[in-house]
């Protein structure tokens, strides 16, 4: 799937059929917590760091596995949440 995602999305994004899976992603993550759902966080996670899917929508799905039944779901899910959202250090010299 990842794989289509890209190919469709390669020369240009194609918004109506990127909403369409996100809202179905979305509402399946919420109803469920097996297996699939947890590799659909995934998928979400990995379109969100290739920068095939980089809006908000994509971010509040991923935030939606947070409150699943699922604790694989949940861990994953905040680990990207808390990942990303962490300030990134610059080591400085100390000259003295």
């Known amino acids: 799937m990842l794989n289509d995602l890209q190919r469709i999305n390669r020369h240009r994004r194609n918004n109506t059929i990127n909403r369409q899976l996100q809202?179905?992603?979305h509402e399946y993550i919420k109803k469920n917590s097996d297996r699939v759902?947890?590799?659909m966080v995934s998928l979400c996670i990995s379109l969100y760091k290739k920068n095939i899917w980089g809006d908000a929508k994509v971010?509040?799905?991923i935030g939606a596995g947070c409150f699943s039944q699922s604790y694989k779901i949940r861990l994953i899910a905040s680990h990207f949440l808390i990942s990303t959202t962490e300030p990134q250090v610059e080591e400085s010299s100390d000259e003295e």
Request: glycine share 0%; charged share 20%; hydrophobic share 55%.
């Open 59 to 61: 971010v509040n799905i």
């Open 37 to 39: 759902a947890r590799k």
């Open 23 to 25: 809202s179905w992603i």
